[in-house]
């Protein structure tokens, strides 16, 4: 149930990422939607580590009952934002301890507020300290890292964020996971580089199905993820008309995916955001194809 084992299977491995819901209607929908989603049997599922409070405390209890009820293995997603590294080292054995075998490891963002991220007195500052300490701590743990097609937004140089992803490959990463986009050409582009540099851990493509334009505008402007400017006037044509909005992210998304298996990527990694007809709809259309 390791990344690398998982990585092993010859089909393509896909994976699905929740985020731990803050109310009991978020809970329910976000327990309907693993009801629903795990009947595809992704290779696992993985939820986020949050800024703070109950997103981060529930991200392992989480994983638990993923893999409890549906016997699919769990990633845990973690950050280095807050703790020392006595406390992340404290968080990586309840996580060994829970049964976890695969973490997502993050640096994290900056609190709210604050500009730039700054590592807490003995804490970590970069995710290659992360996978080394778990490397150190739990050397069989499958890790994860997280890969920026179109460059980390705090980074001013392509090249040099590239060299950064390296580092977290050489401290021992099994799986580089990538931020949400939207435009093929980009990614074909970027996996081209990545393997230019001697990158060699599988890069698999992370995918957000579109359900709401307002939203998803909100969330590519955050991360610096190109909007393809078709679709942004298809979706603006359809700004009062959610299902319709809906129908064409599910079309593009399930258009990508394809372009995306047909080219020789090793799975596809959805970011669900807790709902599930997107997903459900884009891996029975992948399923058939
Ligand atoms: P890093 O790899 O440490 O990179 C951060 C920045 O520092 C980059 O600009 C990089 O170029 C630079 N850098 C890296 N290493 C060095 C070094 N050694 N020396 C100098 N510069 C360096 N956030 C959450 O809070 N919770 C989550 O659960 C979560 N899950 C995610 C899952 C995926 C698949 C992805 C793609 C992102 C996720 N994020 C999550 C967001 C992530 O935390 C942010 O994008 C964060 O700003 C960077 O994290 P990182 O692990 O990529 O950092």
Request: hydrophobic fraction near 40%; include cysteine; charge should be negative.
């Amino acid at each position: 149930n390791r990344l690398p084992d998982l990585l092993k299977s010859d089909s393509p491995l896909i994976s699905i990422e929740i985020f731990p819901p803050k109310t009991e209607k978020g809970d329910e929908l976000l327990y309907e939607t693993l009801d629903t989603l795990s009947k595809f049997e992704p290779k696992f599922i993985s939820c986020t580590y949050g800024a703070g409070g109950t997103t981060q405390t529930r991200t392992l209890e989480l994983c638990q009952h993923i893999q409890k009820t549906y016997e699919i293995p769990a990633t845990a997603h973690f950050t280095c934002v807050g703790s020392s590294r006595d406390e992340l080292i404290a968080w990586l054995d309840k996580a060994a301890a829970a049964g976890i075998q695969n973490i997502m490891a993050l640096r994290g963002d900056a609190p709210k507020g604050e500009t730039s991220f700054k590592a807490v007195e003995g804490g970590l500052s970069y995710a290659n300290e992360l996978v080394s300490l778990i490397r150190e701590r739990h050397p069989n743990m499958g890790i994860g890292v997280a890969a920026y097609p179109e460059k980390h937004a705090e980074c001013l140089d392509a090249d040099l964020d590239l060299a950064n992803l390296k580092r977290k490959i050489d401290a021992g990463a099994d799986a580089a996971f990538t931020q949400l986009f939207f435009d093929n050409d980009l990614f074909f582009a970027f996996r081209d580089r990545y393997e230019k540099a001697g990158c060699a851990i599988p890069l698999i493509p992370g995918i957000m199905p579109i359900t709401e334009f307002s939203r998803i505008k909100r969330i590519t402007e955050m991360c610096g993820t190109a909007f393809p400017a078709e679709l942004s006037a298809r979706l603006e044509n359809v700004q009062d008309d959610s299902e319709a909005q809906l129908e064409i992210g599910i079309e593009f998304a399930i258009a990508q995916c394809q372009e995306l298996l047909e080219n020789n990527v090793p799975g596809v990694h959805f970011y669900a955001l807790n709902k599930s007809q997107a997903c459900q709809r884009i891996l029975e259309a992948l399923k058939t194809a």
